[in-house]
């Protein structure tokens, strides 16, 4: 079984900056990639920040130059966000795709999703 927790969420006012993390557990053979995604009220879910095994972090258009993934060797993922607007609001969720086993194929697990709210 596999857990990603993710924590950091909150009320922010345009500009401000929040930091979310994300710690994965449990029956872990290898992570192969790690990052955030977030859906809004009414609208999909869609890709924020992925690392893959030695490459660099895929961001959403729009938070380049603004939001900055990042991993380290602990399974954990974190997300910097810096300058938010109100069109950041959103749960946040954290992803991964996890091999629990030498001999099984990897699959995607996500965490409960961290509510980010940017108002004044």
């Known amino acids: 079984q596999v857990q990603l927790v993710e924590s950091g969420g909150g009320l922010v006012q345009p500009g401000g900056s929040l930091r979310l993390s994300c710690a994965a557990s449990?029956?872990?053979?290898?992570?192969?990639?790690m990052g955030w995604y977030r859906q809004a009220p009414g609208k999909q879910r869609e890709l924020v920040a992925v690392i893959p095994n030695g490459g660099s972090a895929n961001y959403l258009d729009s938070v380049k130059g603004r939001f900055t993934g990042s991993r380290d060797n602990a399974k954990n993922t974190y997300l910097q966000m810096n300058s938010l607007e109100p069109e950041d609001t959103a749960v946040y969720y954290c992803y991964a795709n996890i091999r629990t086993g030498v001999l099984r194929p990897s699959a995607d697990y996500w965490g409960q999703g961290t509510q980010v709210t940017v108002s004044s």
């Open positions: 449990g029956s872990i053979f290898s992570i192969n990639a």
